[in-house]
């Protein structure tokens, strides 16, 4: 990632291995376009008309490679400030649908979990310290955490197809209203990165951008968690 005066530029440099690899190139091709033109004439006159004609070259090039770059970093400006937490309102929960992860929950004060695995459900204690799953024909808790995965509105842009918005949301299962959201986007990296990645035989993560817990639009692993989430939606 690169930042400019304040856009991120998500990309792993590949562009920028190609601009200096091409460039003795760009400036042979300069030399043997404007030989013709410019033999005869003094050195500066011979060497500004090469050295311009490369240096557009290279601009030329740049724009090529970066393009989508460009668009990626513009538009990942404004979708990472619609990300991060929102809390709508609390209520009291000693339980929640949404993980089998009881061992973890149990720290912060839930006295189960509830979940469907493979059509079935279940309700996971923590008995001793060993983790219980019983089935059961249908869920306790009065509140779920769920996921959704989407592309951002109007996918049909070339941009937004660049992008994931993950969202979390814990909700009234009775109502379905929502107590709370919590959102990050993925961000892919430009056609080049991809390129040279899947030709290596590499998988690149995508880049990830949310807010942190005072809101500042960070990327990487500095996000909101979830934890945050049910803790500040799902009292005890």
Avoid at 172 to 185: M, V
């Amino acid at each position: 990632m690169i930042t400019i005066f304040g856009t991120t530029y998500f990309t792993i440099g590949a562009g920028l291995v190609v601009l200096v690899l091409a460039a003795p190139f760009l400036f042979w091709f300069s030399r043997w376009l404007w030989r013709p033109n410019v033999e005869g004439r003094p050195r500066r006159v011979r060497w500004l008309a090469i050295g311009g004609t490369t240096l557009g070259l290279l601009l030329l090039a740049a724009v090529g490679l970066f393009w989508d770059v460009y668009l990626i970093g513009q538009r990942a400006k404004e979708l990472c400030r619609e990300t991060g937490l929102v809390v709508y309102r609390t209520a009291p929960a000693k339980s929640f649908v949404g993980s089998t992860d009881i061992r973890s929950w149990s720290k912060d004060g839930f006295e189960f979990v509830e979940s469907a695995i493979d059509g079935k459900l279940y309700r996971i204690d923590l008995v001793n310290e060993n983790e219980v799953r019983r089935e059961i024909p249908r869920f306790e808790s009065t509140h779920e955490l769920s996921r959704s995965l989407g592309h951002p509105a109007n996918d049909d842009n070339y941009t937004n197809r660049h992008f994931m918005i993950l969202a979390y949301k814990v909700t009234e299962r009775s109502t379905g209203q929502p107590l709370g959201i919590l959102s990050t986007a993925t961000i892919e990296n430009g056609w080049l990165d991809r390129f040279v990645i899947g030709r290596l035989g590499f998988v690149a993560d995508p880049h990830v951008c949310g807010k942190d817990s005072s809101g500042n639009v960070v990327t990487g692993n500095a996000h909101t968690r979830i934890r945050e989430l049910v803790a500040r939606t799902l009292t005890h």
